[in-house]
């Protein structure tokens, strides 16, 4: 078996040799390899990480009009390794009246729910973790971990803010898995499996974005609410709840919850690229080997991370009763429609051509869209009217 | 897989007995978490992805947060004072003692109680045969319906109790993009 072909098997193939040349048990080699190659992921994953603090400071200062980071190395490029040691040598302090075990264990958990994703990301036909049959749950599941570490964070601090911020964050992810659910539904019902090796092998002939492009919009919606990132970054408000759950963690605890926070988004631009544009698959370039594969994968990962950049940067901060409002009033509802428009157009057509298939799932799409639109005009209008015409009794009864 | 099997029963036993002696409640909801956590790995042992990952999304991610997003918004003191144990604690350890014992009777006399299970063939998706027998005429389709039914009917209620008509004109207007607002506004007005 060629190395290029499928790196990983030949690695394990080599190292069960090598160890059982040891005359180690076959059981514990295999337990050992596994192992290993938990570890090197992780490495890698966190390796990433560090760069992406300079990605995210460096794309920030461009939407700002700045240059970023650009005194340490090359383009700035060992300022991350210079933020990481600062964390590192800043005094840790433990506020009064914490609950030491559950304070400590918060930013821990929030990495590992972001880091427990990367093992159902296929990166390559022949380079996935494990092909649950169940991967999109899975999705959500750790996302259920993270929403755990963010009230643990909150609670455990002893301090009101943080509380606050954590029941803010806590029920905007509680209340957008929803939509993000259903959106997840879209992919599985055209590819009919919830395994991520599947939905990319299904998406060989058409990405999934042409096919639903309202899915793809109301997963990358749910997803950044999900992060807690801008616009729906409410867990912050510095003249409110100032920096919301994290506030009374500092240097690498800090750091912790900061590495989780990019890396999440990293990971969400990768499931938006997998779920929604055709995971490895590139015009046929995935065929020259599982490396440029990979490569594919993560330049999707890195794009859609760049999407949700563009979001925060561009987009202001919304009130949470608009906001959940925008999700309950507009967002499940229009999820649920999409989805079961998308269900029976799929069964309807099963056996047509991929591009009558196209037309029509598009066709839909937009029509959906268009009536969305008008329903949101109609409101508006009379919203206005409502309030142009109230606008002059509340103002005399304001005189009395 | 024994190994595996052990330290979970551990982690799971320990943690259910640090839920109820937990004088702080919101530690004891998050031992429950521990808890739940460990039946989720247990189901992953048995070959059960499914229902592993549903635990976790459903008692985790659901249940055990609104556990504890209940106890901060309910009490001033999050510690609980007093003995642990009334005077009839023997009769609640003279029930689970029985319950267990007869449980381990009847599982005993079961004839698959002491067999190593068959290996599952390659290419069986149980997710699929799930799916299926959820909604085939034949398996679990009724019970399936009516648990929708009974979900659907909690949602109404729990909209209805949670829907206050005075805050809003009326239901149209509870819709309106202003709507957020619309207590306050209506306070305004009177």
């Known amino acids: 078996m060629n190395f290029w072909k499928d790196p990983i098997q030949v690695t394990a193939d080599w190292l069960m040799s090598l160890f059982t040349g040891w005359g180690m048990a076959e059981g514990l080699a295999n337990v050992l390899i596994s192992l290993l190659g938990i570890v090197i992921l992780v490495t890698i994953m966190l390796v990433i990480d560090i760069l992406l603090v300079w990605i995210e400071r460096k794309v920030v200062a461009r939407f700002q009009d700045r240059l970023g980071p650009n005194r340490v190395g090359p383009f700035g490029l060992i300022q991350p390794f210079a933020d990481i040691i600062k964390l590192f040598i800043k005094e840790n302090i433990t506020p009064v009246g914490v609950d030491k075990v559950v304070y400590n264990l918060a930013p821990v958990l929030s990495v590992f729910s972001v880091l427990i994703l990367w093992a159902i990301i296929p990166l390559a036909p022949v380079i996935i973790g494990v092909d649950l049959n169940v991967g999109l749950l899975y999705l959500v599941a750790a996302g259920a971990i993270g929403t755990l570490s963010i009230i643990m964070a909150g609670w455990s601090s002893n301090n009101k803010f943080a509380l606050l911020g954590a029941f803010r964050q806590v029920a905007a992810m509680i209340s957008y898995e929803i939509p993000m659910v259903v959106a997840l539904l879209i992919p599985t019902v055209l590819a009919g499996t919830m395994g991520m090796l599947g939905i990319s092998e299904a998406q060989q002939g058409m990405w999934y974005v042409f096919l639903s492009p309202l899915g793809a919009l109301i997963f990358l919606i749910s997803a950044v609410a999900e992060l807690g990132r801008a616009p729906f970054d409410l867990s912050e408000g510095e003249s409110e709840v100032v920096a919301g759950f994290h506030i009374e963690y500092s240097g690498m605890k800090f750091g912790w919850f900061y590495a989780g926070e990019l890396l999440h988004a990293f990971t969400f631009g990768g499931f938006w690229g997998i779920l929604f544009f055709g995971g490895y698959h590139f015009f046929g370039l995935e065929n020259w080997g599982p490396l440029v594969a990979a490569a594919i994968v993560l330049f999707k990962a890195l794009l859609g991370y760049w999407v949700i950049m563009w979001i925060k940067y561009t987009l202001m901060r919304i009130r949470i009763d608009h906001m959940l409002a925008f999700n309950w009033k507009f967002l499940v509802p229009l999820s649920l429609v999409v989805l079961m428009v998308t269900a029976l157009l799929n069964t309807l057509l099963r056996g047509a051509s991929v591009w009558i298939l196209f037309l029509s799932m598009f066709l839909a799409n937009a029509l959906i869209a268009w009536i969305t639109i008008e329903i949101l005009r109609g409101r508006s209008r009379i919203a206005r009217e409502k309030v142009e015409g109230s606008a002059q009794p509340v103002v005399e009864s304001a005189h009395h | ?190």
């Open chain 2, 1 to 190: 897989m024994t190994i595996l099997f052990l330290i979970t029963a551990v982690v799971i036993l320990a943690s259910a007995v640090m839920v109820v002696t937990s004088r702080n409640l919101v530690h004891a909801a998050l031992w429950l978490v521990s808890a739940l956590f460990g039946v989720a790995v247990l189901y992953a042992l048995l070959n059960a992805g499914f229902l592993a990952v549903v635990q976790v999304v459903i008692y985790i991610g659901a249940i055990a947060i609104l556990f504890i997003f209940a106890v901060m918004l309910t009490r001033r003191e999050m510690r609980d004072t007093g003995p642990g144990l009334n005077k009839n604690w023997w009769v609640s350890a003279l029930t689970s003692i029985l319950t267990f014992g007869g449980l381990a009777f009847l599982l005993s006399s079961w004839s698959g109680f002491s067999q190593t299970p068959a290996a599952i063939p390659s290419g069986f998706d149980a997710v699929s045969a799930l799916g299926d027998a959820l909604i085939s005429p034949d398996a679990f389709v009724l019970p399936f319906e009516v648990a929708s039914v009974l979900l659907v009917a909690a949602l109404v209620g729990a909209v209805y109790i949670a829907f206050n008509p005075r805050a809003g004109d009326s239901p149209r207007a509870g819709d309106s993009p202003r709507a957020g607002d619309s207590p306050r506004a209506g306070d305004s007005r009177k």
